[in-house]
Nanobody, 123 residues
């Protein structure tokens, strides 16, 4: 059975840091593009960062320089290190897997999703 389970979300003050994790199971983790997306209430789901099967990362402009995506294929875990958090980073954060090793910065390219973990940043 295939699973993606996110953890690490919390309420923090602006300027703070968090690390999100996404544990994958039931599939060969290393060969797939993995990504983080986020969705705030009333907003569309937007890409945060992707990392392909060669561990090449890509970031949205809004988080570049503040967030770092990484993967540990041995542990089958995806990470998102978030620093200098801003109130506009508040959202539900989702882990996603594409049906392939290459990545695209759009939710439509991803067919498998976790249930999300909530990040709230207060000013």
């Amino acid at each position: 059975q295939f699973h993606l389970v996110e953890s690490g979300g919390a309420s923090v003050q602006a300027g703070g840091s968090l690390r999100l994790s996404c544990a994958g199971s039931g599939f060969t983790f290393s060969v797939y593009c993995m990504a983080w997306f986020r969705q705030a209430p009333g907003m569309d789901r937007e890409p945060v960062a992707t990392i392909n099967d060669e561990k090449t990362p890509e970031y949205s402009e809004s988080v570049k320089g503040r967030f770092t995506i990484s993967r540990d294929n041995t542990r089958k875990t995806l990470y998102l290190e978030m620093t200098n958090l801003k109130p506009e980073d508040s959202a539900m954060y989702y882990c996603a897997r594409r049906p392939g090793g290459d990545c695209y910065m759009t939710p439509h390219a991803f067919g498998y999703w976790g249930r999300g973990t909530q990040v709230t940043v207060s000013s």
